[in-house]
């Protein structure tokens, strides 16, 4: 699957550099091409004669080596790698990364470069846990890396928590979502996800229950089915799905801007349940209760309506735009109304009502609404509507391909 592909592999210091040595190995045996740039702290964990003997290619060390620039300078290791797995992604590699600098061959590299890049971070549980590399990987995330972990477990430092090397089977899975020649490889996608946020005061929000399980699933399940996906989340406690961009929301109007910013895409999913209306003037300070005095009454403001926002766009619209109806009363009829009135091409209607499970919930019923009837699908998993949801896309925007791979 990884027949003829270039891979150039980063390694910084970091006690899980070792395990490159495996990953390298194994990505041969796909058929790969590794090359790899070792840090100077990387060459501490590895040796230089082990990674050259594994890839069967020399290694690159030195920004400022006159041969290593005649053979194979920075500029052609940046352009001729299909992707670049910066494994482990420490947090100085990564800090640096963030402020664009390029003060070795690594750093020169990832900057002069165009291709895709693939983050493996690995560090210590507090280092991961700090604001600044926090910071640092949502910055590398917007620019659009993607990355692999880190999982949580023991740590050679001897403390658990997260930051552990994604497993190397893992990572490998990773690389081969991104050549996948699933029946969504080439189309990019944009999904919604998770409740909006809309702020009362600094303390205070408005919010709904969905816990971004469903969003979650169908990016994910594209992102399986070879598609590009860039997933706008607003607060949710699930873990970023791997192998795709998350991009991290709290209000309506962020969603948005996050939404447009992704554009162009073929597929939009609007599966978040965003806040229809937000508090006009939030307050700049928290609100307090008087003694005696009655509660506050909130002015509200409407929110943009992303879905329909995105379905009567002049310039960019998606070829497919797909949105939820989340009905606790008539749901196939309101919904088939919502389709109508948003100007989406297709709904998935479900209901929501107390008792259905629907939110927070790990399975769903949805009925599929589109201009031509509508279809109601089983009880299933929200990862097999993903998967199914998947399968149908791939039908009405790839229908050769997709009647290719079935049979
Ligand atoms: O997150 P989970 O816990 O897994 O729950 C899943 C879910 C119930 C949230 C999901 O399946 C779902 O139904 N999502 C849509 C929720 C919703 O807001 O439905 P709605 O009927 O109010 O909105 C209709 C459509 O317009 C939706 O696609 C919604 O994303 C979109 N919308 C609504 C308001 C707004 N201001 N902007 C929008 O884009």
New binding site residues.
Partial sequence: MLSGKQILLIVAGGIAAYKTLDLARRLRERGACVRCVLTEAGARFVTPLSMAALTGEKVHQDLFSLTDEIEMGHIRLAREADLILVAPATADLMARMGAGMANDLATAVLLATRQPILLAPSMNTAMWEHPATQANVKLLKERGCRSVGPQAGDLACGESGAGRLADVQDILAAIETHFSSGPLSGLRALV???PTHEPIDPVRYIANR??????HAIAKALADAGAEVTLVSGPVSLADPSGLRTLHVET?EQMLAACLGALPADIAI?????A?WKVKAPAKDKMKKAKGAAPPALELAT?????AILSTLKKNRPRLVI?????TQKVSAFAQE?LKA?GADWILA?D?SEGTG???GDS?QVHLITHGGVESWPRMS?AEIGAELAGRIAQALKPKASKGKKA
Wanted: aromatic share 6%; glycine share 14%; charged share 20%.
């Fill in positions: 919604t996800s998770g969905s816990s971004g399980k469903q969003g309506a609007c599966a978040a349940a965003v229809d929110n943009p309506d992303i879905l949105g939820f109806a989340a009905e919502k948003k479900n929501v629907t939110f927070g769903n929200k």
